[in-house]
């Protein structure tokens, strides 16, 4: 999955949060890390604070995980249980994504570098 590719997808999976959605995503892929700048926009005023998050993906058991290891919006404080669910929302959301390629297989690994999110798979012997 490139940069590109990798934004649309968190830009649809956190457009539907409800504290807000990040408007404009920019997503970094960095060695280990992905950070994702934009605006939210706060639902109740419809105002725009700038800032970015930076998340952390791996996989665990044949799932993706998702972990936001640093979120920097001013105006937006997120409790813990928001952070759980944007977790939860962005693990599901990629691993729709590349199910979409390996539809029979088991998520075994995924790699963040330097422009790009590449998964790996496990696909069972045909017998």
């Known amino acids: 999955m490139t940069e590109a ?9 956190l457009s539907s ?10 997503a970094d892929l960095r060695d ?14 419809g105002e ?3 800032g970015n998050l930076t998340m952390r993906l ?3 058991s044949g799932h993706l ?5 640093s979120l920097d919006f001013a105006g937006w404080d997120a409790s813990d249980e928001q952070l759980n669910d944007i977790n939860q929302s962005l693990a599901e959301g990629l691993a729709r994504q590349a199910a979409r390629r390996n539809n029979q297989s088991e998520l075994s690994g995924v790699i963040v570098r330097d422009g790009e999110l590449a ?5 069972p012997r045909r017998k």
Do not use: C, D, L, M
């Not at 280990?32 to 005023?45: D, L």
């Not at 995980?65 to 290891?69: E, K, L, M």
């Open 58 to 60: 791996w996989a665990e």
């Open 32 to 45: 280990g890390e992905i950070v994702v700048s934009g605006e939210v926009e706060q639902q109740a005023t």
């Open 17 to 26: 949060g409800q504290q807000g959605k990040i408007i404009n995503p920019q």
């Open 65 to 69: 995980r998702a972990q936001v290891t």
């Open 119 to 123: 998964f790996t798979f496990k696909t």
């Open 48 to 50: 725009r604070h700038p």
């Open 5 to 13: 590719e990798a934004a649309q997808a968190i830009e649809t999976i």
